[in-house]
């Protein structure tokens, strides 16, 4: 058995965005709702992190970085969005809270996103925000022994302030992948 994964802590100097022909990642410039092909879909439970996924967001693309934070209005295509965004991305991002992946009566939640990018093999980055994940199959499909980035806000405060390093860190996957490396 591996042993547990830690919290990834190492800052890493970068801001790349999208790749170019030559392999550079260059910024985008994409608005700050929902873009048509983000390069960062953000996956969460809304009523657990909605603060943080905002204020992630706004950190991204002040970096240049298209993101997917659905806020799809009422009686729009909700799931139809969802999978576009998602299929398209270059890297998911989980806000892994403790009832994230929890199957919902609503047609579409965290529980098929998570299974979508599981089974889909979707590069993906585990910002683990709770010591447990309360769903059994969460906990399966993410367990304690893979790579993730602790984050356990206690205030509302500490909820819009993202700890030092983690945007880096996320940047740094997502190069990684637009440049064909697993990491």
């Not at 991002?93 to 994230?100: F, M, S």
């Not at 059994?136 to 790579?147: C, V, W």
């Amino acid at each position: 058995m591996a042993a547990p994964a830690t919290p990834i802590e190492a800052p890493v100097a970068s801001n790349p965005a999208q790749a170019d022909s030559h392999g550079t990642l260059t910024p985008t410039k994409s608005p700050l709702t929902c873009a048509a092909v983000p390069l960062i879909f953000i996956s969460l439970r809304f009523g657990e992190a909605m603060l943080e996924a905002k204020s992630l967001q706004q950190d991204l693309h002040a970096r240049g970085i298209s993101t997917f934070l659905c806020d799809i209005p009422e009686g729009e295509d909700l799931a139809g969005a969802v999978i576009t965004a998602l299929t398209n991305c270059k890297l998911a991002v989980i806000l892994g809270t403790k009832t994230y992946g929890k199957k919902t009566s609503s047609g579409f939640s965290t529980f098929e996103e998570l299974r979508f990018i599981v089974n889909e093999r979707k590069p993906h980055f585990l910002v683990k925000m709770c010591a447990e994940f309360e769903e059994a199959e969460t906990r399966f499909r993410l367990p304690p022994d893979i790579s993730y980035f602790l984050w356990q806000p206690k205030s509302d405060e500490e909820r819009v302030r993202l700890p030092t390093g983690m945007v880096d860190r996320m940047v740094r996957r997502l190069h990684d992948v637009t440049q064909g490396r697993s990491g």
